[in-house]
């Protein structure tokens, strides 16, 4: 049983900061290429940010420039520093990630359940 689990998110004002980590749990082999993405109301869910367990990362053109994503992969974690936020950030947060498990050895997507970000003043 693979899962991942969210924290960091809550209320903050306009170009405030909020960091979301993301831990993978269980039987794991292999994490590889982990990431961010996003659910605004009556949206569609969109990429925030991604990173390959090399590091090499890909950001959304909404978040460049304002959001780091990095990873521990000692600790099977992905982070997403998000600085100088804005109202339409406002979101709920999901983290994914494309893990091996150690049985069946087949890569399988995971999804979190959410985490609510709030910008407003």
């Known amino acids: 049983q693979v899962q991942l689990v969210e924290s960091g998110g809550g209320l903050v004002q306009p170009g405030g900061s909020l960091r979301l980590s993301c831990a993978a749990s269980?039987?794991?082999?292999?994490?590889?290429?982990m990431g961010w993405y996003r659910q605004a109301p009556g949206q569609q869910r969109e990429l925030v940010a991604t990173?390959?367990?090399?590091?090499?990362?890909n950001y959304a053109d909404s978040g460049k420039g304002r959001f780091t994503i990095s990873r521990d992969n000692a600790k099977n974690t992905v982070y997403l520093q998000m600085d100088s936020l804005k109202h339409e950030d406002t979101a709920v947060y999901y983290c994914?990630?494309?893990?091996?498990?150690?049985?069946?050895?087949?890569?399988?997507?995971?999804w979190g359940q959410g985490t609510q970000v709030t910008v407003s003043s």
């Open positions: 269980g039987n794991i082999a292999r994490v590889n290429r």
């Open positions: 990173i390959t367990s090399g590091g090499i990362t």
């Open positions: 994914n990630a494309a893990i091996t498990p150690t049985l069946p050895r087949y890569e399988y997507t995971y």
